[in-house]
T-cell receptor
Framework: AQKVTQAQTEISVVEKEDVTLDCVYE???????LFWYKQPPSGELVFLIR??????QNEISGRYSWNFQKSTSSFNFTITASQVVDSAVYFC???????????FGQGTELSVKP | EAGVAQSPRYKIIEKRQSVAFWCNPISGHATLYWYQQILGQGPKLLIQ????????DSQLPKDRFSAERLKGVDSTLKIQPAKLEDSAVYLCASSLAHNEQFFGPGTRLTVL
């Protein structure tokens, strides 16, 4: 069965701190896709990144970085030097079929205080 | 490029009433998804369309929910009759084949 677990329900940091959001997934497929989405208070889900199971290279985009480790079935997300605008709910998701349904975790609510 | 459009943004109804939500995907996106997001949870897929055909509706409560995508563009999701547990945000998303999904702003449904 497919499952995504985000154990951290809420995280609160002070601006400029680094923060890591954890994501652990379960799947029996050898080919799958992992995603991170951001949901600000406005409610719209914003796509951040997609990785396929064959690409374990870590990725950095500005203050955002992602660490994909197949050995531990984890796809963690780090925000460096957090800012108040980073406050949102972040969702990790799994898809076993390219273009198929997304299976979301419960989400982690990040609060960045000035 | 215009994003995914949804209407209405908010809807309040009483239980046993009917309600319909509308979604207009990004132009050219063949795949359209409807997700249900209950407060405090991640979105859950209700139905996926490829053009005007259904790809996956395994989690759609078919006794009360229905959806259609006429002409492979706009889509409508209907609930009849609504129950209290249907209170949620209904998100529509679209994608080009095999690419990431882009989400609309959602419709927040409250069933009293």
């Amino acid at each position: 069965a497919q499952k995504v677990t985000q154990a951290q329900t809420e995280i609160s940091v002070v601006e400029k701190e680094d923060v890591t959001l954890d994501c652990v997934y379960e799947t029996r497929d050898t080919t799958y896709y992992l995603f991170w989405y951001k949901q600000p208070p406005s409610g719209e889900l914003v796509f951040l990144i997609r990785r396929n199971s064959f690409d374990e290279q870590n990725e950095i985009s500005g203050r955002y970085s992602w660490n994909f480790q197949k050995s531990t079935s984890s796809f963690n997300f780090t925000i460096t030097a957090s800012q108040v605008v980073d406050s949102a709910v972040y969702f990790c998701a799994l898809s076993e079929v390219q273009g198929g349904k997304l299976i979301f975790g419960q989400g982690t609510e990040l609060s960045v205080k000035p | 490029e215009a994003g995914v459009a949804q209407s209405p943004r908010y809807k309040i109804i009483e239980k046993r009433q009917s309600v319909a939500f509308w979604c207009n995907p990004i132009s050219g996106h063949a795949t359209l998804y409807w997700y249900q997001q209950i407060l405090g949870q991640g979105p859950k897929l209700l139905i996926q369309f490829q053009n005007n055909g259904v790809v996956d509706d395994s989690q759609l409560p078919k006794d009360r929910f229905s959806a259609e995508r006429l002409k492979g563009v706009d889509s409508t999701l209907k609930i009849q009759p609504a129950k209290l547990e249907d209170s949620a945000v209904y998100l529509c998303a679209s994608s080009l084949a095999h690419n990431e999904q882009f989400f609309g702003p959602g419709t927040r449904l409250t069933v009293l």
